[in-house]
Protein backbone atom coordinates (compact mmCIF):
# COMPACT_ATOMS: atom_id res chain seq x y z
CA UNK A 1 0.00 0.00 0.00
CA UNK A 2 1.23 3.13 -0.48
CA UNK A 3 2.43 5.13 2.64
CA UNK A 4 3.14 8.73 1.96
CA UNK A 5 6.21 11.14 3.76
CA UNK A 6 7.19 14.65 3.08
CA UNK A 7 5.60 14.53 -0.69
CA UNK A 8 7.44 11.10 -1.16
CA UNK A 9 6.08 8.06 -0.32
CA UNK A 10 6.76 3.98 -0.62
CA UNK A 11 4.68 1.92 -2.69
CA UNK A 12 5.19 -2.09 -3.31
CA UNK A 13 5.07 -3.05 -6.46
CA UNK A 14 4.75 -6.95 -7.99
CA UNK A 15 6.01 -8.33 -11.51
CA UNK A 16 3.76 -11.47 -11.96
CA UNK A 17 4.36 -13.62 -15.24
CA UNK A 18 5.09 -16.31 -16.93
CA UNK A 19 8.67 -17.90 -16.82
CA UNK A 20 11.49 -16.40 -18.83
CA UNK A 21 9.05 -13.84 -19.78
CA UNK A 22 11.72 -11.48 -18.75
CA UNK A 23 10.37 -10.22 -15.01
CA UNK A 24 13.76 -9.96 -13.88
CA UNK A 25 15.57 -8.63 -16.75
CA UNK A 26 12.46 -5.80 -17.27
CA UNK A 27 13.48 -5.05 -13.51
CA UNK A 28 17.55 -5.39 -14.15
CA UNK A 29 17.50 -2.81 -16.95
CA UNK A 30 15.41 -0.33 -14.81
CA UNK A 31 17.36 -0.60 -11.49
CA UNK A 32 20.76 -1.12 -13.07
CA UNK A 33 20.20 -0.06 -17.05
CA UNK A 34 21.76 -3.47 -17.71
CA UNK A 35 21.04 -6.46 -19.59
CA UNK A 36 21.92 -10.15 -19.82
CA UNK A 37 21.63 -12.63 -22.27
CA UNK A 38 21.37 -15.26 -19.62
CA UNK A 39 19.52 -13.93 -16.72
CA UNK A 40 19.55 -16.76 -13.69
CA UNK A 41 15.96 -17.72 -13.07
CA UNK A 42 14.16 -16.43 -10.15
CA UNK A 43 13.79 -18.75 -7.07
CA UNK A 44 10.56 -17.31 -4.80
CA UNK A 45 11.12 -13.72 -5.62
CA UNK A 46 13.91 -11.17 -5.80
CA UNK A 47 13.37 -7.81 -4.02
CA UNK A 48 14.70 -4.47 -5.29
CA UNK A 49 14.06 -0.73 -4.59
CA UNK A 50 13.96 2.36 -6.79
CA UNK A 51 13.31 5.58 -6.35
CA UNK A 52 11.91 8.41 -9.06
CA UNK A 53 10.71 11.75 -9.28
CA UNK A 54 7.37 12.50 -10.95
CA UNK A 55 5.91 15.90 -11.03
CA UNK A 56 4.43 16.33 -7.99
CA UNK A 57 6.23 13.74 -5.38
CA UNK A 58 9.09 10.90 -5.39
CA UNK A 59 7.94 7.95 -4.79
CA UNK A 60 10.13 4.69 -3.74
CA UNK A 61 9.39 1.57 -5.40
CA UNK A 62 9.57 -1.61 -3.55
CA UNK A 63 9.48 -3.79 -6.17
CA UNK A 64 9.34 -7.84 -6.12
CA UNK A 65 10.16 -9.65 -9.08
CA UNK A 66 8.30 -13.07 -8.40
CA UNK A 67 9.43 -16.64 -9.96
CA UNK A 68 7.41 -17.40 -12.91
CA UNK A 69 6.76 -21.49 -12.72
CA UNK A 70 3.67 -22.45 -12.65
CA UNK A 71 3.69 -23.89 -9.16
CA UNK A 72 5.33 -20.59 -7.82
CA UNK A 73 1.47 -19.69 -8.17
CA UNK A 74 1.47 -20.75 -4.85
CA UNK A 75 3.57 -18.38 -3.29
CA UNK A 76 2.39 -15.10 -5.36
CA UNK A 77 0.04 -14.21 -2.61
CA UNK A 78 2.66 -13.42 0.01
CA UNK A 79 4.25 -11.07 -2.97
CA UNK A 80 1.29 -8.96 -4.52
CA UNK A 81 -0.61 -8.73 -0.95
CA UNK A 82 -0.47 -5.22 -0.32
CA UNK A 83 1.44 -4.18 -3.31
CA UNK A 84 -0.18 -0.36 -5.00
CA UNK A 85 0.77 -2.16 -7.97
CA UNK A 86 1.28 -4.99 -10.65
CA UNK A 87 3.42 -4.91 -13.69
CA UNK A 88 1.69 -8.47 -15.66
CA UNK A 89 4.49 -9.74 -18.47
CA UNK A 90 3.93 -11.88 -21.52
CA UNK A 91 6.57 -12.65 -23.84
CA UNK A 92 5.50 -11.64 -27.43
CA UNK A 93 6.41 -14.26 -28.80
CA UNK A 94 4.84 -17.07 -26.63
CA UNK A 95 1.19 -16.54 -26.81
CA UNK A 96 1.15 -19.40 -23.49
CA UNK A 97 2.30 -16.55 -21.70
CA UNK A 98 -0.50 -14.04 -22.47
CA UNK A 99 -2.91 -16.56 -21.93
CA UNK A 100 -0.88 -17.14 -18.57
CA UNK A 101 -1.06 -13.17 -17.98
CA UNK A 102 -4.75 -12.88 -18.34
CA UNK A 103 -5.02 -15.80 -15.68
CA UNK A 104 -2.84 -13.24 -13.66
CA UNK A 105 -5.06 -10.22 -14.11
CA UNK A 106 -8.25 -12.24 -12.91
CA UNK A 107 -6.45 -13.42 -10.21
CA UNK A 108 -5.31 -9.50 -9.20
CA UNK A 109 -9.12 -8.44 -9.69
CA UNK A 110 -10.18 -11.01 -7.56
CA UNK A 111 -8.17 -10.98 -4.90
CA UNK A 112 -5.82 -7.87 -4.77
CA UNK A 113 -6.41 -4.75 -3.89
CA UNK A 114 -9.22 -2.82 -5.86
CA UNK A 115 -7.06 0.39 -6.14
CA UNK A 116 -3.85 -1.06 -7.57
CA UNK A 117 -2.30 0.18 -10.45
CA UNK A 118 -1.96 -2.71 -13.01
CA UNK A 119 0.32 -2.41 -16.01
CA UNK A 120 0.25 -5.24 -19.28
CA UNK A 121 3.84 -5.35 -20.48
CA UNK A 122 4.50 -7.00 -23.98
CA UNK A 123 7.62 -7.97 -23.35
CA UNK A 124 10.67 -9.06 -26.04
CA UNK A 125 9.07 -6.81 -28.72
CA UNK A 126 12.34 -6.46 -30.59
CA UNK A 127 11.78 -10.14 -31.63
CA UNK A 128 9.13 -8.94 -33.96
CA UNK A 129 10.27 -11.73 -36.18
CA UNK A 130 8.74 -13.98 -33.82
CA UNK A 131 6.20 -12.46 -32.54
CA UNK A 132 2.35 -14.52 -32.07
CA UNK A 133 0.77 -12.08 -29.97
CA UNK A 134 -0.92 -9.24 -32.24
CA UNK A 135 -0.67 -6.40 -30.62
CA UNK A 136 -4.37 -5.24 -30.96
CA UNK A 137 -5.77 -8.12 -28.96
CA UNK A 138 -3.52 -7.54 -26.30
CA UNK A 139 -4.52 -3.98 -26.48
CA UNK A 140 -8.03 -4.48 -26.37
CA UNK A 141 -7.93 -6.99 -23.89
CA UNK A 142 -6.39 -4.18 -21.44
CA UNK A 143 -8.69 -1.76 -22.68
CA UNK A 144 -11.25 -4.13 -21.41
CA UNK A 145 -10.03 -5.16 -18.64
CA UNK A 146 -8.67 -1.46 -17.74
CA UNK A 147 -5.34 -2.25 -17.44
CA UNK A 148 -2.59 0.04 -18.97
CA UNK A 149 -0.80 -1.60 -21.79
CA UNK A 150 2.71 -1.41 -23.20
CA UNK A 151 5.17 -3.30 -25.50
CA UNK A 152 8.30 -3.24 -23.86
CA UNK A 153 11.99 -4.74 -24.47
CA UNK A 154 14.34 -5.15 -21.92
CA UNK A 155 16.97 -5.89 -24.38
CA UNK A 156 17.06 -2.52 -26.46
CA UNK A 157 15.25 -0.43 -23.11
CA UNK A 158 12.21 0.22 -25.64
CA UNK A 159 9.61 0.99 -22.78
CA UNK A 160 11.05 -0.05 -19.86
CA UNK A 161 11.39 3.71 -17.81
CA UNK A 162 8.37 4.33 -19.19
CA UNK A 163 6.40 1.76 -17.38
CA UNK A 164 7.81 2.39 -14.74
CA UNK A 165 7.36 5.78 -14.51
CA UNK A 166 3.78 5.35 -15.67
CA UNK A 167 2.90 3.42 -12.96
CA UNK A 168 4.21 5.87 -10.39
CA UNK A 169 2.42 8.70 -12.15
CA UNK A 170 -0.40 6.39 -11.56
CA UNK A 171 -0.44 5.77 -7.93
CA UNK A 172 -3.08 7.41 -6.01
CA UNK A 173 -1.72 9.57 -3.80
CA UNK A 174 -2.86 8.05 -0.41
CA UNK A 175 -3.06 10.84 2.27
CA UNK A 176 -5.76 13.46 1.67
CA UNK A 177 -3.42 16.17 3.01
CA UNK A 178 -1.45 15.70 0.41
CA UNK A 179 -3.75 15.78 -2.17
CA UNK A 180 -4.38 19.18 -4.09
CA UNK A 181 -8.13 20.03 -3.98
CA UNK A 182 -10.55 18.23 -6.89
CA UNK A 183 -8.00 16.26 -7.77
CA UNK A 184 -10.29 12.79 -9.00
CA UNK A 185 -8.58 9.37 -8.15
CA UNK A 186 -10.70 7.17 -8.97
CA UNK A 187 -11.55 6.77 -12.56
CA UNK A 188 -7.82 6.94 -13.19
CA UNK A 189 -7.29 3.92 -15.01
CA UNK A 190 -11.19 3.74 -16.76
CA UNK A 191 -10.07 7.00 -18.28
CA UNK A 192 -6.55 7.01 -19.52
CA UNK A 193 -6.47 3.98 -21.54
CA UNK A 194 -3.15 5.23 -23.36
CA UNK A 195 -0.87 2.40 -25.17
CA UNK A 196 2.49 2.74 -26.34
CA UNK A 197 3.23 0.25 -28.70
CA UNK A 198 6.93 -0.96 -28.84
CA UNK A 199 8.34 0.52 -32.08
CA UNK A 200 10.98 -2.12 -33.66
CA UNK B 1 34.32 -35.04 -16.89
CA UNK B 2 34.36 -31.00 -16.02
CA UNK B 3 37.82 -30.55 -18.82
CA UNK B 4 40.19 -28.88 -17.50
CA UNK B 5 38.60 -28.90 -13.69
CA UNK B 6 38.97 -32.55 -13.44
CA UNK B 7 42.99 -32.02 -12.60
CA UNK B 8 42.54 -31.66 -8.63
CA UNK B 9 44.10 -34.13 -6.87
CA UNK B 10 47.04 -32.21 -5.49
CA UNK B 11 50.40 -34.33 -4.02
CA UNK B 12 48.63 -35.00 -0.82
CA UNK B 13 46.13 -36.41 -1.74
CA UNK B 14 43.58 -33.53 -0.60
CA UNK B 15 41.41 -32.11 -3.55
CA UNK B 16 41.83 -28.63 -4.60
CA UNK B 17 41.29 -26.72 -7.90
CA UNK B 18 44.01 -25.88 -10.34
CA UNK B 19 42.73 -22.46 -10.49
CA UNK B 20 42.58 -21.25 -6.90
CA UNK B 21 41.42 -18.51 -5.60
CA UNK B 22 44.26 -16.74 -3.73
CA UNK B 23 45.49 -14.01 -5.71
CA UNK B 24 49.22 -13.65 -5.07
CA UNK B 25 51.17 -15.20 -1.57
CA UNK B 26 51.92 -11.41 -0.88
CA UNK B 27 48.37 -11.40 -0.29
CA UNK B 28 47.54 -14.27 1.21
CA UNK B 29 47.47 -14.58 4.84
CA UNK B 30 50.53 -17.31 6.52
CA UNK B 31 48.25 -17.46 9.82
CA UNK B 32 49.03 -20.72 11.43
CA UNK B 33 45.65 -22.57 10.79
CA UNK B 34 44.25 -23.66 13.67
CA UNK B 35 41.03 -25.05 13.51
CA UNK B 36 39.22 -22.99 15.65
CA UNK B 37 41.02 -19.74 14.70
CA UNK B 38 37.92 -16.78 14.76
CA UNK B 39 38.97 -15.16 11.60
CA UNK B 40 39.13 -11.46 11.57
CA UNK B 41 35.75 -9.06 10.00
CA UNK B 42 37.04 -6.03 9.12
CA UNK B 43 35.99 -3.96 6.13
CA UNK B 44 38.21 -3.51 3.36
CA UNK B 45 37.40 -1.31 0.34
CA UNK B 46 39.67 -3.25 -2.45
CA UNK B 47 37.41 -5.16 -4.74
CA UNK B 48 38.95 -7.90 -6.57
CA UNK B 49 37.73 -10.58 -8.64
CA UNK B 50 38.90 -14.39 -8.09
CA UNK B 51 37.37 -17.96 -8.60
CA UNK B 52 36.73 -20.55 -5.25
CA UNK B 53 37.12 -23.57 -4.59
CA UNK B 54 34.42 -25.19 -7.31
CA UNK B 55 35.15 -22.80 -9.74
CA UNK B 56 32.70 -19.81 -9.06
CA UNK B 57 33.85 -15.97 -10.00
CA UNK B 58 32.98 -14.13 -6.85
CA UNK B 59 33.43 -10.40 -6.62
CA UNK B 60 34.76 -9.68 -3.26
CA UNK B 61 37.37 -7.87 -1.48
CA UNK B 62 40.83 -8.31 0.08
CA UNK B 63 39.57 -9.90 3.51
CA UNK B 64 37.27 -12.52 1.53
CA UNK B 65 40.05 -13.02 -0.05
CA UNK B 66 42.46 -13.77 3.24
CA UNK B 67 39.14 -15.88 4.77
CA UNK B 68 38.94 -18.40 1.60
CA UNK B 69 42.66 -19.06 2.04
CA UNK B 70 42.13 -19.46 5.54
CA UNK B 71 38.97 -21.74 4.63
CA UNK B 72 41.36 -23.60 2.45
CA UNK B 73 43.90 -24.09 4.79
CA UNK B 74 41.09 -25.45 7.57
CA UNK B 75 40.05 -27.77 4.91
CA UNK B 76 43.43 -29.36 4.32
CA UNK B 77 43.65 -30.09 8.28
CA UNK B 78 40.68 -31.70 8.02
CA UNK B 79 41.84 -33.42 5.09
CA UNK B 80 44.52 -35.02 7.41
CA UNK B 81 42.47 -35.89 10.12
CA UNK B 82 40.47 -38.20 7.59
CA UNK B 83 43.62 -39.42 6.34
CA UNK B 84 44.83 -40.27 9.44
CA UNK B 85 41.18 -41.71 10.17
CA UNK B 86 41.15 -43.93 7.57
CA UNK B 87 44.81 -45.36 8.27
CA UNK B 88 44.08 -46.23 11.80
CA UNK B 89 40.29 -47.43 10.85
CA UNK B 90 40.22 -48.55 7.35
CA UNK B 91 39.17 -46.99 4.44
CA UNK B 92 35.30 -46.19 3.79
CA UNK B 93 34.85 -46.47 7.84
CA UNK B 94 32.24 -44.13 7.70
CA UNK B 95 29.78 -46.76 5.52
CA UNK B 96 29.79 -48.97 8.67
CA UNK B 97 28.43 -46.47 10.81
CA UNK B 98 25.13 -46.27 8.11
CA UNK B 99 24.95 -50.56 7.88
CA UNK B 100 22.50 -51.49 10.39
CA UNK B 101 22.79 -55.62 9.07
CA UNK B 102 25.74 -56.05 11.68
CA UNK B 103 24.65 -57.62 14.97
CA UNK B 104 27.79 -58.93 17.28
CA UNK B 105 27.83 -56.23 20.21
CA UNK B 106 31.44 -55.57 19.90
CA UNK B 107 30.91 -54.38 16.68
CA UNK B 108 27.62 -52.75 17.04
CA UNK B 109 29.95 -50.30 19.94
CA UNK B 110 32.40 -49.68 17.17
CA UNK B 111 29.90 -48.40 15.21
CA UNK B 112 28.13 -46.09 17.50
CA UNK B 113 31.47 -44.50 18.27
CA UNK B 114 31.94 -44.20 14.51
CA UNK B 115 28.74 -42.67 14.29
CA UNK B 116 29.24 -39.95 16.92
CA UNK B 117 32.82 -39.40 15.41
CA UNK B 118 31.44 -39.07 11.67
CA UNK B 119 28.83 -36.69 13.15
CA UNK B 120 31.31 -34.38 14.91
CA UNK B 121 33.93 -34.44 11.92
CA UNK B 122 31.05 -34.30 9.04
CA UNK B 123 30.12 -30.69 11.31
CA UNK B 124 34.09 -29.69 10.93
CA UNK B 125 34.09 -30.32 7.37
CA UNK B 126 34.27 -32.67 4.63
CA UNK B 127 37.68 -32.26 2.54
CA UNK B 128 36.40 -32.23 -1.19
CA UNK B 129 38.86 -35.16 -2.07
CA UNK B 130 36.26 -37.87 0.22
CA UNK B 131 33.03 -36.06 0.01
CA UNK B 132 31.59 -37.64 -2.85
CA UNK B 133 32.06 -40.62 -1.49
CA UNK B 134 30.78 -39.86 1.99
CA UNK B 135 28.00 -38.26 0.64
CA UNK B 136 26.80 -41.28 -1.05
CA UNK B 137 27.27 -43.04 1.75
CA UNK B 138 25.88 -41.07 4.89
CA UNK B 139 22.81 -39.78 2.33
CA UNK B 140 21.43 -43.32 1.91
CA UNK B 141 22.10 -42.57 -2.10
CA UNK B 142 24.62 -45.57 -2.41
CA UNK B 143 21.69 -48.11 -0.51
CA UNK B 144 19.68 -46.58 -3.18
CA UNK B 145 21.22 -47.27 -6.06
CA UNK B 146 21.88 -50.57 -5.23
CA UNK B 147 18.32 -51.50 -5.16
CA UNK B 148 18.12 -51.07 -8.94
CA UNK B 149 20.09 -52.79 -12.01
CA UNK B 150 23.82 -51.03 -12.74
CA UNK B 151 22.66 -50.20 -15.77
CA UNK B 152 19.63 -48.21 -14.17
CA UNK B 153 20.39 -44.50 -14.84
CA UNK B 154 22.14 -45.40 -18.46
CA UNK B 155 18.72 -46.99 -19.34
CA UNK B 156 16.77 -43.68 -18.17
CA UNK B 157 19.09 -41.72 -19.73
CA UNK B 158 18.31 -43.85 -23.17
CA UNK B 159 15.37 -44.36 -22.44
CA UNK B 160 13.87 -40.25 -22.21
CA UNK B 161 16.50 -39.14 -24.84
CA UNK B 162 14.45 -37.31 -27.52
CA UNK B 163 11.64 -37.21 -25.33
CA UNK B 164 10.05 -33.76 -25.21
CA UNK B 165 7.14 -32.91 -22.47
CA UNK B 166 6.35 -29.68 -20.31
CA UNK B 167 9.03 -30.81 -18.21
CA UNK B 168 12.20 -30.69 -20.94
CA UNK B 169 10.63 -27.60 -22.53
CA UNK B 170 11.30 -25.62 -18.91
CA UNK B 171 14.28 -27.69 -18.10
CA UNK B 172 15.83 -26.51 -21.65
CA UNK B 173 15.12 -23.24 -20.77
CA UNK B 174 16.80 -22.65 -17.64
CA UNK B 175 20.13 -24.37 -18.45
CA UNK B 176 21.69 -21.43 -20.23
CA UNK B 177 20.04 -19.73 -16.89
CA UNK B 178 21.73 -21.68 -14.35
CA UNK B 179 24.93 -20.20 -12.68
CA UNK B 180 25.83 -18.61 -16.37
CA UNK B 181 28.83 -17.29 -14.62
CA UNK B 182 30.16 -20.82 -14.05
CA UNK B 183 32.66 -21.78 -16.93
CA UNK B 184 31.66 -25.58 -16.78
CA UNK B 185 28.10 -24.32 -16.69
CA UNK B 186 27.86 -22.04 -19.30
CA UNK B 187 29.53 -24.73 -21.94
CA UNK B 188 27.67 -27.28 -24.00
CA UNK B 189 29.38 -30.08 -21.88
CA UNK B 190 28.26 -28.71 -18.56
CA UNK B 191 24.52 -27.95 -19.85
CA UNK B 192 24.16 -31.22 -21.55
CA UNK B 193 25.31 -33.40 -17.87
CA UNK B 194 23.31 -31.48 -15.88
CA UNK B 195 19.98 -31.75 -18.60
CA UNK B 196 20.82 -35.45 -18.58
CA UNK B 197 20.15 -35.40 -14.94
CA UNK B 198 17.04 -33.24 -14.61
CA UNK B 199 15.34 -34.58 -17.65
CA UNK B 200 16.06 -38.00 -16.10
CA UNK B 201 15.05 -37.68 -12.60
CA UNK B 202 11.79 -35.81 -14.15
CA UNK B 203 10.60 -39.17 -15.57
CA UNK B 204 11.40 -40.54 -12.25
CA UNK B 205 9.32 -38.67 -10.69
CA UNK B 206 6.47 -37.15 -12.70
CA UNK B 207 4.68 -35.50 -9.67
CA UNK B 208 8.24 -33.90 -9.22
CA UNK B 209 8.48 -33.35 -13.01
CA UNK B 210 10.87 -30.55 -12.72
CA UNK B 211 10.65 -27.64 -10.22
CA UNK B 212 12.82 -24.08 -10.66
CA UNK B 213 15.39 -24.69 -8.14
CA UNK B 214 16.28 -27.92 -9.01
CA UNK B 215 18.65 -26.84 -11.70
CA UNK B 216 20.40 -24.99 -9.16
CA UNK B 217 20.67 -27.58 -6.49
CA UNK B 218 21.80 -30.27 -9.53
CA UNK B 219 24.16 -28.38 -11.04
CA UNK B 220 26.74 -27.96 -7.96
CA UNK B 221 25.90 -31.68 -7.18
CA UNK B 222 27.29 -32.42 -10.70
CA UNK B 223 30.60 -30.12 -9.13
CA UNK B 224 30.72 -32.21 -6.07
CA UNK B 225 29.84 -35.44 -7.30
CA UNK B 226 32.19 -35.61 -10.34
CA UNK B 227 29.94 -37.88 -12.41
CA UNK B 228 26.26 -37.55 -13.69
CA UNK B 229 25.17 -40.63 -12.42
CA UNK B 230 26.09 -39.95 -8.69
CA UNK B 231 24.68 -36.49 -8.94
CA UNK B 232 21.63 -38.08 -10.00
CA UNK B 233 21.57 -40.50 -7.28
CA UNK B 234 22.07 -37.60 -4.49
CA UNK B 235 19.47 -35.52 -6.31
CA UNK B 236 17.35 -38.95 -5.55
CA UNK B 237 17.91 -39.54 -2.61
CA UNK B 238 17.47 -35.65 -1.73
CA UNK B 239 13.94 -35.03 -2.89
CA UNK B 240 12.55 -38.76 -1.69
CA UNK B 241 14.64 -39.38 1.98
CA UNK B 242 16.15 -36.45 2.99
CA UNK B 243 13.77 -33.80 2.47
CA UNK B 244 10.57 -33.37 3.40
CA UNK B 245 7.56 -34.57 1.12
CA UNK B 246 6.88 -32.25 -1.91
CA UNK B 247 8.61 -30.02 -1.24
CA UNK B 248 8.81 -29.80 -5.03
CA UNK B 249 5.37 -31.38 -6.19
CA UNK B 250 2.16 -29.58 -7.41
CA UNK B 251 1.86 -26.09 -5.47
CA UNK B 252 5.33 -26.77 -3.61
CA UNK B 253 2.71 -27.49 -0.31
CA UNK B 254 6.13 -29.21 1.65
CA UNK B 255 8.07 -25.55 1.33
CA UNK B 256 4.85 -23.90 2.77
CA UNK B 257 4.95 -26.33 5.24
CA UNK B 258 8.58 -25.82 6.00
CA UNK B 259 8.17 -21.78 5.61
CA UNK B 260 5.23 -22.20 8.40
CA UNK B 261 7.71 -24.76 11.25
CA UNK B 262 10.61 -21.97 9.97
CA UNK B 263 8.42 -19.14 11.33
CA UNK B 264 7.42 -20.58 14.70
CA UNK B 265 11.12 -21.43 15.29
CA UNK B 266 12.19 -18.31 15.22
CA UNK B 267 9.68 -17.05 17.02
CA UNK B 268 10.75 -19.35 19.24
CA UNK B 269 14.10 -18.90 19.51
CA UNK B 270 15.05 -15.05 18.58
CA UNK B 271 11.25 -13.67 19.73
CA UNK B 272 13.38 -10.09 19.18
CA UNK B 273 14.31 -10.45 15.88
CA UNK B 274 10.91 -12.15 15.43
CA UNK B 275 8.72 -9.35 17.17
CA UNK B 276 10.80 -6.66 15.46
CA UNK B 277 10.13 -8.11 11.75
CA UNK B 278 6.43 -8.74 12.41
CA UNK B 279 5.63 -5.05 13.63
CA UNK B 280 7.43 -4.12 10.19
CA UNK B 281 4.67 -6.69 8.45
CA UNK B 282 7.74 -8.29 7.64
CA UNK B 283 7.46 -11.78 6.51
CA UNK B 284 10.46 -13.99 6.75
CA UNK B 285 9.38 -16.42 4.07
CA UNK B 286 9.76 -13.48 1.30
CA UNK B 287 13.63 -14.35 1.86
CA UNK B 288 13.71 -17.86 3.32
CA UNK B 289 11.86 -19.47 0.30
CA UNK B 290 14.51 -18.98 -1.49
CA UNK B 291 16.90 -20.39 1.02
CA UNK B 292 15.08 -23.72 1.38
CA UNK B 293 14.40 -24.12 -2.31
CA UNK B 294 17.61 -23.44 -3.74
CA UNK B 295 19.22 -25.44 -0.08
CA UNK B 296 21.14 -22.16 -0.07
CA UNK B 297 22.90 -22.99 -3.31
CA UNK B 298 21.67 -19.42 -4.72
CA UNK B 299 22.79 -17.30 -1.41
CA UNK B 300 25.76 -18.51 -0.25
CA UNK B 301 29.27 -18.87 -1.96
CA UNK B 302 29.66 -22.19 -2.71
CA UNK B 303 32.29 -24.02 -0.11
CA UNK B 304 29.97 -22.75 2.86
CA UNK B 305 26.92 -24.20 0.94
CA UNK B 306 28.46 -27.43 0.72
CA UNK B 307 29.14 -27.53 4.09
CA UNK B 308 25.90 -27.01 4.59
CA UNK B 309 24.92 -29.94 2.74
CA UNK B 310 27.45 -32.57 4.68
CA UNK B 311 25.52 -31.39 7.61
CA UNK B 312 22.10 -31.69 5.92
CA UNK B 313 23.21 -35.27 4.26
CA UNK B 314 24.27 -36.57 7.83
CA UNK B 315 21.69 -35.20 9.95
CA UNK B 316 18.71 -34.58 7.70
CA UNK B 317 15.97 -31.97 7.01
CA UNK B 318 16.22 -29.95 10.24
CA UNK B 319 19.89 -28.72 9.59
CA UNK B 320 17.97 -25.90 6.98
CA UNK B 321 16.07 -25.02 10.16
CA UNK B 322 19.55 -24.63 12.01
CA UNK B 323 21.00 -22.73 9.25
CA UNK B 324 18.18 -20.09 8.22
CA UNK B 325 17.99 -19.32 12.16
CA UNK B 326 21.41 -19.03 12.04
CA UNK B 327 21.82 -16.34 9.58
CA UNK B 328 19.24 -14.45 11.49
CA UNK B 329 20.87 -14.85 15.07
CA UNK B 330 24.50 -13.31 13.55
CA UNK B 331 22.40 -10.13 12.07
CA UNK B 332 20.25 -9.91 14.93
CA UNK B 333 21.72 -6.30 15.79
CA UNK B 334 21.65 -5.28 12.49
CA UNK B 335 18.05 -6.26 12.03
CA UNK B 336 16.64 -4.90 15.31
CA UNK B 337 17.80 -1.36 13.79
CA UNK B 338 16.37 -1.78 10.35
CA UNK B 339 13.20 0.00 9.99
CA UNK B 340 12.63 -0.80 6.37
CA UNK B 341 11.81 -4.12 4.33
CA UNK B 342 14.53 -3.13 2.11
CA UNK B 343 17.17 -2.94 4.56
CA UNK B 344 16.25 -6.42 5.80
CA UNK B 345 16.04 -7.53 2.78
CA UNK B 346 19.86 -6.03 2.23
CA UNK B 347 21.70 -7.27 5.44
CA UNK B 348 20.04 -10.80 4.86
CA UNK B 349 21.67 -10.66 1.39
CA UNK B 350 25.24 -9.37 1.95
CA UNK B 351 25.62 -11.62 5.20
CA UNK B 352 24.54 -14.73 2.70
CA UNK B 353 26.69 -13.50 -0.22
CA UNK B 354 29.48 -12.84 2.06
CA UNK B 355 29.62 -15.95 4.38
CA UNK B 356 33.03 -17.32 2.95
CA UNK B 357 33.65 -18.44 6.48
CA UNK B 358 31.84 -21.97 6.84
CA UNK B 359 32.70 -22.46 10.49
CA UNK B 360 31.52 -18.82 11.61
CA UNK B 361 27.75 -19.79 10.29
CA UNK B 362 28.09 -23.49 11.37
CA UNK B 363 29.28 -22.69 14.77
CA UNK B 364 25.81 -20.45 15.48
CA UNK B 365 23.69 -23.14 13.64
CA UNK B 366 24.88 -25.95 16.15
CA UNK B 367 26.31 -24.49 19.09
CA UNK B 368 23.79 -21.23 19.60
CA UNK B 369 20.49 -22.80 18.52
CA UNK B 370 19.85 -25.21 20.92
CA UNK B 371 18.83 -28.63 20.09
CA UNK B 372 16.31 -28.93 18.07
CA UNK B 373 15.36 -32.73 17.03
CA UNK B 374 14.38 -34.49 14.19
CA UNK B 375 11.36 -35.71 15.74
CA UNK B 376 9.95 -32.20 17.80
CA UNK B 377 10.63 -30.41 13.67
CA UNK B 378 8.21 -33.86 12.77
CA UNK B 379 5.78 -32.78 15.27
CA UNK B 380 5.83 -29.31 14.07
CA UNK B 381 5.51 -30.36 10.66
CA UNK B 382 2.21 -32.31 11.07
CA UNK B 383 0.76 -29.26 13.30
CA UNK B 384 1.34 -27.40 10.18
CA UNK B 385 0.13 -29.64 7.75
CA UNK B 386 -4.15 -29.18 8.09
CA UNK B 387 -3.51 -25.22 7.85
CA UNK B 388 -1.15 -25.59 4.77
CA UNK B 389 -3.82 -27.59 2.67
CA UNK B 390 -6.72 -25.28 4.21
CA UNK B 391 -5.03 -22.47 3.03
CA UNK B 392 -3.92 -23.61 -0.56
CA UNK B 393 -7.23 -25.52 -0.49
CA UNK B 394 -9.48 -22.23 -0.10
CA UNK B 395 -7.18 -20.12 -2.79
CA UNK B 396 -7.49 -22.82 -5.47
CA UNK B 397 -11.34 -22.93 -5.23
CA UNK B 398 -11.26 -19.00 -4.75
CA UNK B 399 -9.66 -18.80 -8.54
CA UNK B 400 -12.11 -21.36 -9.60
CA UNK B 401 -14.67 -19.45 -8.77
CA UNK B 402 -12.87 -16.55 -10.23
CA UNK B 403 -13.05 -18.35 -13.68
CA UNK B 404 -16.36 -19.25 -13.82
CA UNK B 405 -17.23 -15.72 -13.52
CA UNK B 406 -15.20 -14.47 -16.26
N1 LIG C 1 15.18 -10.75 -26.97
C1 LIG C 1 14.85 -10.47 -25.71
N2 LIG C 1 15.17 -11.33 -24.72
C2 LIG C 1 14.83 -11.02 -23.46
C3 LIG C 1 14.13 -9.82 -23.14
N3 LIG C 1 13.91 -9.80 -21.81
C4 LIG C 1 14.45 -10.94 -21.32
N4 LIG C 1 15.01 -11.68 -22.29
C5 LIG C 1 15.68 -12.96 -22.15
O1 LIG C 1 14.74 -13.93 -21.73
C6 LIG C 1 15.27 -14.81 -20.75
C7 LIG C 1 14.43 -14.81 -19.50
O2 LIG C 1 14.49 -13.54 -18.90
P1 LIG C 1 14.25 -13.34 -17.33
O3 LIG C 1 14.31 -11.88 -17.08
O4 LIG C 1 15.13 -14.21 -16.54
O5 LIG C 1 12.76 -13.88 -17.22
P2 LIG C 1 11.88 -14.03 -15.90
O6 LIG C 1 10.50 -13.65 -16.27
O7 LIG C 1 12.48 -13.28 -14.78
O8 LIG C 1 11.98 -15.60 -15.66
P3 LIG C 1 11.74 -16.44 -14.28
O9 LIG C 1 12.61 -15.85 -13.26
O10 LIG C 1 12.13 -17.84 -14.65
O11 LIG C 1 10.29 -16.34 -13.98
C8 LIG C 1 16.68 -14.32 -20.47
O12 LIG C 1 17.60 -15.15 -21.07
C9 LIG C 1 16.72 -12.92 -21.04
O13 LIG C 1 17.97 -12.58 -21.53
C10 LIG C 1 13.81 -8.93 -24.21
O14 LIG C 1 13.22 -7.86 -24.04
N5 LIG C 1 14.20 -9.32 -25.46
MG1 LIG D 1 13.16 -13.91 -13.00
Known amino acids: ??????????????????????????????????????????IGAAFFSQTLAVSDATVKLEIWDTAGQERYHSLAPMYYRGAAAAIIVYDISRMESFERAKKWVQELQKQGNPDMVTALAGNKCDLEDKRMVPTEEAQTYAEENRLFFMETSAKTATNVN???????????RAQPAQQPAGMVLSDRAAARSQASVCCS | MFGSQTQRETSNGFALRRRAYWITSAISNPRPNTITSSIPKKKSTLSVKFEDMY????????????????????????????????????????????????????????????????????????????????????????????????????????????????????????????FPSHPWLDSPEGQASLRRVLVGYSFRDSDVGYCQGLNYVAALLLLVMKTEEDAFWMLAVLLENVLVNDCYTD???????????????????????????????????????????????KSLPSETTLR?????????????????????????????????????????????????????LLTVAFEKIGSMTTNTITKERKKQEPAVMAELDQRQRRLDTSKMNG
Open chain 1, 1 to 42: MATIGNNSFNAKLVLLGDMGTGKSSLVLRFVKGQFLEFQEST
Open chain 1, 162 to 172: DIFYEIARRLP
Open chain 2, 251 to 297: NLSGCHVEQRVFKDLLAKKWPRIAAHLEAMEFDVSLVATEWFLCLFA
Open chain 2, 308 to 360: VWDVLFNEGAKVLFHVALAIFKMKEEDLLRARQIGEVIGILQTTTHHQYDPDE
Open chain 2, 55 to 178: GFTVDGNIDDVNVLNEVRDKVREQAKVWLELEASKGTNWYLQSNGDRINVVSLKLSKLANAITLKRLVRKGIPPMVRPNVWLSVSGAEKKRSTVPDSYYDDLTRATEGKVTPATRQIDHDLPRT
